[in-house]
């Protein structure tokens, strides 16, 4: 098995160790492999997808231009 070194924020360490009982190699390691799934799913969608870098720009813009008008109504700027 191959080994890895994950650095993480001094605060975070504090409050794993007051887990000890929780095996934390255990739990990195389910996470990665979780997300590789996720990855392997997303890159198998991609290769099938008739979509242009284009097209997936333009439909990323309306998104982001949707969300901002949902945001704005749901949280006015104050006046």
Request: aromatic share 6%; net charge positive; hydrophobic share 40%.
């Amino acid at each position: 098995m191959a080994t890895i070194t994950l650095s993480v924020p001094e605060e975070l360490k504090l409050e794993m160790d007051k887990s000890k009982f929780i095996n934390w190699s255990a739990v990195a390691r389910e996470a990665i492999k979780t997300k590789v799934m996720q990855l392997k799913i997303l890159n198998s969608i991609a290769a099938k997808s008739e979509l242009t870098e284009k097209d997936a720009i333009e439909i990323g813009r309306k998104i982001k231009k949707s969300m901002h008008q949902k945001y704005q109504k749901e949280y006015p700027r104050p006046q």
